[in-house]
């Protein structure tokens, strides 16, 4: 078994995961359907956000140049970073000149994508999650399982048990005293950090300024009581105007929670400008390919389109049922079996696109229509001519394209296979329920189709010659 | 600024747009569908909104009720400071010696002194905060804060109880009306930030269940000025 077959079907296996699954996942979706039916011309606007998202990716350039002119007016300093390595040495080096010691973040894929925490310790800097799924998660040294809910893989009674561990509360605390006792531990955190890092929902490039997303307001408090503020944006991040970022922010809070706007769209643009004002003393916007370029230069640009609300993996039947963690990867879900082999190509991640059943729930779901399982087909022909598929797949796809175009040939295997299912073990109602060799992966969890005895084509001439 | 590392994205971006299949793109943006008017006042629409997501409106006539409104619920809660925007941001005369006369001080929401995180001890504690909308959004029930050296935004943010005065003429239809509104486009660079408030603070993080007053405040007041119609 490979690596995601065997996270998978351990995820199969876990009561706890299922449970948490089978009641959250229902809940996203009903609150992103109503939330898009109570949009005016929700489904119109949906198309003019994929009209943004590409006609600004089509001059990506231009408008990172526009933004790095207006945020630089601002008073912001604009990085540029090539890889994971190169952001994180660079957060590192801005911390380590100005004698920063506590880091606190809000939520950021992207510092997961780059594995920023990792680096700041390295670099003896002490970094804490605000968000609280994201405290969670680091509190239990785990991963987020999913990119909007990190810890929806957990249940109420994980939580409970960790915070009495760590934060001493009652083993069998109701939710709001769990909340509470987050928000006094890092109400502290937040008033003693040297410096917070965020990453960015959009930057707008009229403006210069940068977007953030939040409910709880730890997004607000990292880029406000800390003098210096460090924002990690993916350079397909960029909108062009204020006009086209409120369409997009709209459509964000309706996918992602099934809110009409998130509690907190923050609008940073620029330090204070003023000795005494309240906001960071320094902001610094650091613009992080790793990848994208790759992923632009071709058939899989589509995938940049993505505004990362995660309503794609709440639709999804492979997600709903194995959770984020099977995917072994920081994106799960739909568009994690597209933007990983993208970003990274296929090598570490050529299973991936086999993780799905290409029903397309999720374009359906996408506030921005991204085709994935269109690109699922490009990936998944790629890594057969990139020799990752099963050497019996290859031969035997040959055996059958060599076959299809003998028609006779055709004719007899067919004939063949349907006389042989009969010796097959394991029938119900006709139906088989093993398969011999590498098919018998059909049969594990589903029985198989009979093959008729007669085929399509001698029952047409049959049917045709009764015909008056 | 690494030139080499900024030099190399934008030459990869150009490369990489020369073999972009980018499907939906076209040659300009259409405008965005526009929303159709709303046949009842936007203080209704705004209303509805806002209890949806879990805000507190008080309707009240004029500025001399709203600081009478404001000095009574303060007294009410036994608050002795309020951490607040500048007086003359707030527009409502005669708030600071109405609130005196209750014992109670509005204390500025800024951090000038050498000491950051003594400063931010000090206000922690402190209740309450006000601000003074710059614009509230009906459709979505939300408010718009703006951020200078006048409009901390600490105040709407440290204290676990926020008060928010917003005037009716003020009241957009949606998001996109006040982003399209004359001024805002070209008034946007001289706030450090902007913030669109909808509702308290708020998290679903544990097992999906709602739990305001996450790390921001846990209740919303907006006090609506206005005639009532």
Same mark, same amino acid.
């Given at each position: 078994m490979s690596g995601f077959e065997q996270r998978a079907a351990q995820a199969l296996h876990d009561v706890g995961l299922q449970q948490a699954l089978r009641r959250t996942m229902d809940h996203f979706v009903n609150g992103r359907l109503r939330a898009i039916a109570a949009l005016p011309h929700g489904e119109a606007l949906r198309d003019h956000a994929r009209v943004i998202r590409a006609n600004t990716l089509a001059r990506l350039d231009e408008h990172w140049l526009t933004f790095e002119r207006n945020a630089q007016a601002n008073g912001s300093r604009v990085h540029w970073a090539r890889d994971a390595a190169e952001a994180c040495d660079l957060v590192v080096a801005i911390a380590r000149e100005r004698g920063v010691r506590r880091i606190v973040k809000s939520k950021s894929m992207l510092s997961e994508e780059i594995a920023l925490n990792k680096a700041l310790e390295a670099g003896g800097l002490e970094v804490l999650e605000t968000d609280l799924g994201e405290y969670i998660v680091q509190l239990s040294r785990d991963h987020p399982s999913?990119?909007?809910?990190?810890?929806?893989?957990?249940?109420l009674e994980d939580v409970a048990a960790l915070f009495h561990e760590h934060?001493?509360? *009652?083993?069998?605390?109701d939710i709001p005293t769990l909340t509470a006792a987050a928000r006094a531990a890092l109400r502290r955190s937040f008033l003693q950090a040297d410096m917070g890092i965020t990453g960015a929902n959009f930057a707008v490039a009229e403006t210069g300024s940068i977007v953030l997303v939040t409910n709880e307001g730890n997004g607000r408090f990292v880029t406000t009581t800390p003098r210096i503020h460090v924002a990690l944006v993916g350079i397909?991040?960029?909108? *062009?105007?204020l006009a086209e970022v409120g369409t997009l922010l709209q459509l964000l809070a309706a996918s992602a929670?099934?809110? *009409?706007?998130?509690?907190y769209t923050t609008f940073i643009t620029? *330090?204070?400008?003023?000795? @005494?004002?309240?906001? =960071?003393e320094e902001v610094h916007i650091i613009l992080v390919d790793n990848g994208r370029t790759q992923a632009l230069a071709?058939?899989?640009?589509?995938?940049?389109? /993505?505004?990362? /609300?995660g309503a794609c993996l709440n639709v999804c039947p492979v997600y709903r049922n194995v $959770?984020?963690?099977?995917? &072994? +990867?920081?994106y799960p879900g739909p568009i994690g079996i597209v933007v990983n082999p993208a970003l @990274?190509?296929? &090598?570490?991640?050529?299973?991936? =696109?086999?993780?799905?059943?290409? /029903? &397309?729930a999720c374009t359906e779901a996408c506030p921005v229509r991204i085709d994935i399982p269109r690109m699922l087909l490009r990936l998944r022909a790629a890594s057969v001519e990139q020799g990752y598929a099963a050497g019996w797949l290859r031969w035997g796809l040959r055996l059958y394209a060599w076959a299809a175009v003998h028609p006779r040939l055709f004719r007899l295997g067919g004939w063949l296979a349907a006389r042989a299912?009969?010796?097959? #073990?394991g029938k119900r109602n006709g139906w088989n329920l093993w398969l011999p060799g590498p098919l018998a992966g059909w049969t594990a969890t589903r029985g198989f189709p009979p093959l008729a005895g007669e085929s399509f084509s001698a029952r047409w001439q049959r049917r045709r010659g009764r015909r008056p | 600024m690494n030139e080499t590392a900024r030099a190399v994205v934008l030459e990869r971006i150009r490369q990489a747009l020369s073999r972009a299949y980018l499907p +939906?793109?076209?040659?300009l943006t259409p405008p965005p569908p526009s929303a159709p008017p709303f046949a009842e006042p936007l203080a209704a629409v705004f209303a509805r909104a806002l209890a949806a997501v879990y805000g507190q409106l008080h309707p009240v006539p004029d500025a001399d009720a709203a600081v009478a409104f404001l000095r009574e619920a303060w007294v009410a809660r036994g608050v002795r400071q309020v951490l607040s925007w500048e007086p003359a941001c707030l527009e409502l005369p005669g708030l600071e010696p109405a609130l005196a006369a209750a014992g109670i001080v509005l204390v500025p929401a800024r951090l000038g002194g050498p000491d950051r995180r003594a400063e931010l001890n000090r206000l922690e504690p402190i209740p309450v905060g006000l601000t003074a909308a710059v614009a509230g959004l009906a459709r979505t029930g939300s408010i718009v804060l703006a951020a200078d050296r006048a409009r &901390?935004?600490? +105040?709407?943010?440290?204290?676990?109880v926020h008060y928010a005065v917003l005037r009716?003429?003020?009241?957009? #239809?949606?998001l996109a009306a006040w982003l399209a509104a004359p001024g805002v486009r070209r008034e946007?660079?001289?706030?450090s930030s902007t913030i669109i408030v909808t509702g308290p603070s708020r998290t679903a993080?544990?097992?999906?269940t709602l739990t305001l $007053?996450?790390?921001?405040?846990r209740e919303l007041h907006v006090v609506l000025i206005g005639p009532s119609d």
């Amino acid at each position: 078994m490979s690596g995601f077959e065997q996270r998978a079907a351990q995820a199969l296996h876990d009561v706890g995961l299922q449970q948490a699954l089978r009641r959250t996942m229902d809940h996203f979706v009903n609150g992103r359907l109503r939330a898009i039916a109570a949009l005016p011309h929700g489904e119109a606007l949906r198309d003019h956000a994929r009209v943004i998202r590409a006609n600004t990716l089509a001059r990506l350039d231009e408008h990172w140049l526009t933004f790095e002119r207006n945020a630089q007016a601002n008073g912001s300093r604009v990085h540029w970073a090539r890889d994971a390595a190169e952001a994180c040495d660079l957060v590192v080096a801005i911390a380590r000149e100005r004698g920063v010691r506590r880091i606190v973040k809000s939520k950021s894929m992207l510092s997961e994508e780059i594995a920023l925490n990792k680096a700041l310790e390295a670099g003896g800097l002490e970094v804490l999650e605000t968000d609280l799924g994201e405290y969670i998660v680091q509190l239990s040294r785990d991963h987020p399982s999913h990119i909007v809910a990190p810890i929806v893989h957990k249940r109420l009674e994980d939580v409970a048990a960790l915070f009495h561990e760590h934060l001493g509360t *009652p083993p069998t605390a109701d939710i709001p005293t769990l909340t509470a006792a987050a928000r006094a531990a890092l109400r502290r955190s937040f008033l003693q950090a040297d410096m917070g890092i965020t990453g960015a929902n959009f930057a707008v490039a009229e403006t210069g300024s940068i977007v953030l997303v939040t409910n709880e307001g730890n997004g607000r408090f990292v880029t406000t009581t800390p003098r210096i503020h460090v924002a990690l944006v993916g350079i397909e991040r960029v909108v *062009p105007t204020l006009a086209e970022v409120g369409t997009l922010l709209q459509l964000l809070a309706a996918s992602a929670t099934g809110q *009409p706007l998130s509690t907190y769209t923050t609008f940073i643009t620029g *330090p204070r400008r003023h000795p @005494d004002e309240d906001g =960071p003393e320094e902001v610094h916007i650091i613009l992080v390919d790793n990848g994208r370029t790759q992923a632009l230069a071709g058939d899989l640009a589509e995938i940049l389109y /993505c505004i990362r /609300c995660g309503a794609c993996l709440n639709v999804c039947p492979v997600y709903r049922n194995v $959770g984020g963690h099977a995917y &072994g +990867a920081v994106y799960p879900g739909p568009i994690g079996i597209v933007v990983n082999p993208a970003l @990274d190509g296929l &090598g570490p991640w050529h299973e991936l =696109p086999q993780a799905s059943s290409l /029903c &397309g729930a999720c374009t359906e779901a996408c506030p921005v229509r991204i085709d994935i399982p269109r690109m699922l087909l490009r990936l998944r022909a790629a890594s057969v001519e990139q020799g990752y598929a099963a050497g019996w797949l290859r031969w035997g796809l040959r055996l059958y394209a060599w076959a299809a175009v003998h028609p006779r040939l055709f004719r007899l295997g067919g004939w063949l296979a349907a006389r042989a299912q009969r010796l097959l #073990p394991g029938k119900r109602n006709g139906w088989n329920l093993w398969l011999p060799g590498p098919l018998a992966g059909w049969t594990a969890t589903r029985g198989f189709p009979p093959l008729a005895g007669e085929s399509f084509s001698a029952r047409w001439q049959r049917r045709r010659g009764r015909r008056p | 600024m690494n030139e080499t590392a900024r030099a190399v994205v934008l030459e990869r971006i150009r490369q990489a747009l020369s073999r972009a299949y980018l499907p +939906a793109a076209s040659r300009l943006t259409p405008p965005p569908p526009s929303a159709p008017p709303f046949a009842e006042p936007l203080a209704a629409v705004f209303a509805r909104a806002l209890a949806a997501v879990y805000g507190q409106l008080h309707p009240v006539p004029d500025a001399d009720a709203a600081v009478a409104f404001l000095r009574e619920a303060w007294v009410a809660r036994g608050v002795r400071q309020v951490l607040s925007w500048e007086p003359a941001c707030l527009e409502l005369p005669g708030l600071e010696p109405a609130l005196a006369a209750a014992g109670i001080v509005l204390v500025p929401a800024r951090l000038g002194g050498p000491d950051r995180r003594a400063e931010l001890n000090r206000l922690e504690p402190i209740p309450v905060g006000l601000t003074a909308a710059v614009a509230g959004l009906a459709r979505t029930g939300s408010i718009v804060l703006a951020a200078d050296r006048a409009r &901390g935004r600490l +105040a709407s943010l440290l204290p676990p109880v926020h008060y928010a005065v917003l005037r009716t003429e003020q009241l957009y #239809p949606d998001l996109a009306a006040w982003l399209a509104a004359p001024g805002v486009r070209r008034e946007w660079a001289r706030h450090s930030s902007t913030i669109i408030v909808t509702g308290p603070s708020r998290t679903a993080d544990i097992a999906q269940t709602l739990t305001l $007053g996450a790390h921001g405040p846990r209740e919303l007041h907006v006090v609506l000025i206005g005639p009532s119609d």
